[in-house]
């Protein structure tokens, strides 16, 4: 198992430019989510997924899209880039856990987005 | 929102020396994860806890559940230059989709 991968490791945009990060899991887990971390700031959650079709947002979804069309793949859409954008992403999934409780996450090994 | 508070923020110890440190949140939590980073990589899940008063090892790392379910403990023993990272507390209470996460705490281990 590859686990959860991400694309690209790094990537440089001017502000207004979109982009999608990447991201996908061999692990058939139904739970996707993304966070961006920023120093100081711990991981905060962005947009997750309970499964294909269904998604919903997290703390700080402001200036991100994110579907699920298969249960692989969970891609984070940034329609105008902004240099509050500038941060660390990471998509993480894990087993969806009965009512009431929560499975462990595991995480990809992150995107860092620069915005000038 | 709901938010944990992990401490401490930072630590500076000796290579040998044993380290604590907490997450405490004002709601009941069911499940509380133990995770750590290393520079330029994700976070690495180290220990799962999912009972009130639940004790669990991994090697050098113990964590706890607390009784209240309102904290957990990690606890790092004869600490070595490979456990220098961030270590983050992540929790989920009743009725959410989401973990909460601890604002991490960065341990920096001098030889």
């Known amino acids: 198992n590859a686990g959860v991968t991400q694309t690209p490791k790094f990537q440089v945009l001017k502000t207004g430019q979109s982009m999608t990060l990447q991201c996908a899991q061999d692990?058939?887990?139904?739970?996707m989510s993304w966070y961006r971390q920023d120093p100081g700031m711990g991981l905060r959650l962005i947009h997750y997924?309970?499964?294909?079709?269904?998604?919903d947002q997290g703390e700080v979804p402001n200036g991100y899209n994110v579907s699920r069309s298969t249960t692989e793949d969970f891609p984070l859409r940034l329609l105008s880039a902004a240099p509050s954008q500038t941060s660390v992403y990471f998509c993480?999934?894990?087993?969806?856990?009965?009512?009431?409780?929560?499975?462990?996450?595991?995480f990809g090994p992150g995107t860092r987005l620069t915005v000038t | 929102g709901q938010q944990l508070n992990q401490s401490p923020q930072s630590m500076f110890i000796q290579e040998g020396e044993d380290v604590s440190m907490n997450c405490t949140s004002s709601?009941?939590?069911?499940?509380w994860l133990w995770y750590k980073q290393d520079p330029g990589e994700g976070p690495v899940l180290l220990i799962a806890?999912?009972?009130?008063?639940e004790l669990t090892s991994n090697g050098r790392l113990t964590a706890q559940f607390g009784i209240t379910r309102k904290d957990s403990f990690l606890n790092i023993s004869a600490s070595i230059p490979s456990d220098v990272g961030i270590y983050f507390c992540?929790?989920?209470?009743?009725?959410?989709?989401?973990?909460?996460f601890g604002q991490g705490t960065r341990l920096t281990i001098n030889p």
């Open positions: 993480a999934s894990s087993y969806l856990a009965p009512q009431g409780q929560f499975y462990e996450q595991y």
């Open positions: 692990m058939n887990h139904e739970y």
């Open positions: 997924s309970v499964g294909a079709g269904i998604t």
């Open positions: 709601s009941i939590f069911n499940t």
């Open positions: 806890l999912y009972k009130a008063g």
């Open positions: 992540a929790g989920h209470y009743q009725g959410a989709q989401k973990l909460v």
